[in-house]
T-cell receptor, first 117, second 110 residues
Framework: NAGVMQNPRHLVRRRGQEARLRCSPMKGHSHVYWYRQLPEEGLKFMVYLQKENIIDESGMPKERFSAEFPKEGPSILRIQQVVRGDSAAYFC???????????????FGPGTRLTVT | KQEVTQIPAALSVPEGENLVLNCSFTDSAIYNLQWFRQDPGKGLTSLLLIQSSQREQTSGRLNASLDKSSGRSTLYIAASQPGDSATYLCAVENFNKFYFGSGTKLNVKP
C-alpha cells in the first residue's frame, strides 16, 4: 500500500499565476486534509474533504483558494493569482474511517513546497 | 475552539538522556491524540496514536500518555540519540478536525 502521494514536490510560480497541488490518499482512505506550513511555524488546517464533498473549509482563505476531491482522481488544492505570501509548504493527509465512524489516524504526504517569485 | 500548546518550544540535551515533551489542549472532548515527528524540509511521520479511551501507548523507546480530563499528553523518549533530533508535533482530533501544536524542536547532542 503506497503512502500518501503529493505532486509536484516543488513548484515555482510567478506572482499572478495559478498553482495546482495534487494529493493521492492512501488506498481505502476516504478523508483528505490539506494543511499549510509557513517557515518556522506550525501546521495550519485549511480544508477537510471526503469524496466529492467539502466537509470543512474554515481554514481556507475565502478568495483565490479552492479544493476538490473528485470521485475519480486525486484531491486538488488550487491557488489562483498567487502572491508572495502564498509561499509555504502544503501538506496533504489522509485518514481511514475508524470504528466510530469518524476519521482515524492521519498519514501525511511529503508536501509540496510552493515558491512564488 | 480547540487550542493546542506544546512546551518547551525547543530543547537541547546530551545523548543518552531521558526526556519528556508536553502537549496540552483546551477542549477535552477529543477522539484521538497523535504524536508526529518532522525532520527539516520533510513531511510528518506518525509516531504514536492514543485513542480517547486509552491512557498510553508505547513504541520502542517512545511512550505517550494521555490525561483527557486535565487536557494533557506527554511524550517520553528514553535514552535519546542524535537521530532523535527533529521537531515533535502533537495533534488532537475534535469532530473531524485535527488541531496541531507548534511543536517542540529537539536537538540531541552527540
Amino acid at each position: 500500500n503506497a503512502g500518501v502521494m503529493q505532486n509536484p514536490r516543488h513548484l515555482v510560480r510567478r506572482r499572478g499565476q495559478e498553482a495546482r497541488l495534487r494529493c493521492s490518499p492512501m488506498k481505502g482512505h476516504s478523508h483528505v486534509y490539506w494543511y499549510r506550513q509557513l517557515p518556522e511555524e506550525g501546521l495550519k488546517f485549511m480544508v477537510y474533504l471526503q469524496k466529492e464533498n467539502i466537509i470543512d473549509e474554515s481554514g481556507m482563505p475565502k478568495e483565490r483558494f479552492s479544493a476538490e476531491f473528485p470521485k475519480e482522481g486525486p484531491s486538488i488544492l488550487r491557488i489562483q493569482q498567487v502572491v508572495r505570501g502564498d509561499s509555504a509548504a502544503y501538506f496533504c493527509a489522509s485518514s481511514p474511517t475508524g470504528t466510530s465512524g469518524f476519521p482515524y489516524e492521519q498519514y501525511f504526504g511529503p508536501g509540496t513546497r510552493l515558491t512564488v517569485t | 475552539k480547540q487550542e493546542v500548546t506544546q512546551i518547551p518550544a525547543a530543547l537541547s540535551v546530551p545523548e543518552g538522556e531521558n526526556l519528556v515533551l508536553n502537549c496540552s489542549f483546551t477542549d477535552s472532548a477529543i477522539y484521538n491524540l497523535q504524536w508526529f515527528r518532522q525532520d527539516p524540509g520533510k513531511g510528518l511521520t506518525s509516531l504514536l496514536l492514543i485513542q480517547s479511551s486509552q491512557r498510553e501507548q508505547t513504541s520502542g523507546r517512545l511512550n505517550a500518555s494521555l490525561d483527557k480530563s486535565s487536557g494533557r499528553s506527554t511524550l517520553y523518549i528514553a535514552a535519546s540519540q542524535p537521530g532523535d533530533s527533529a521537531t515533535y508535533l502533537c495533534a488532537v482530533e475534535n469532530f473531524n478536525k485535527f488541531y496541531f501544536g507548534s511543536g517542540t524542536k529537539l536537538n540531541v547532542k552527540p
